[in-house]
């Protein structure tokens, strides 16, 4: 079983940033992709960025040019940059990781709040 434990997550001000940990352990293997999904109240859990072992990452079109994720393949962990935020970034923010190959296994973290209000 693979564990993914998030930090980070908090209140903060419209145009303010905050940075997203996410530590993996486990049976996680280094070759994984790592990233972060998004469930806002009311709404559907969406992807917001995910990268691969070897860099690779995708965005969200909304958090493209705003949100930066990276990862480090040492310490297995995979942050998640997020600048110039907005109200509609509002969510419970998932830590995600995907075996790439089949099986594809998934696994989910705990979830970390983050609120984006004046």
């Known amino acids: 079983q693979v564990q993914l434990v998030e930090s980070g997550g908090g209140l903060v001000q419209p145009g303010g940033s905050l940075r997203l940990s996410c530590a993996a352990s486990?049976?996680?293997?280094?070759?994984?992709?790592l990233g972060w999904y998004r469930q806002a109240p009311g709404k559907q859990r969406e992807r917001v960025a995910i990268?691969?072992?070897?860099?690779?990452?995708d965005y969200e079109d909304s958090v493209k040019g705003r949100f930066t994720v990276s990862r480090d393949n040492v310490k297995n962990m995979v942050y998640l940059q997020m600048n110039s935020l907005k109200p509609e970034d509002t969510a419970v923010y998932y830590c995600?990781?995907?075996?790439?190959?089949?099986?594809?296994?998934?696994?989910w973290g705990q979830g970390t709040q983050v609120t984006v209000s004046s």
């Open positions: 990268m691969t072992f070897g860099g690779v990452a």
């Open positions: 995600y990781s995907r075996r790439p190959t089949p099986p594809t296994y998934e696994n």
């Open positions: 486990g049976s996680f293997y280094t070759f994984y992709d």
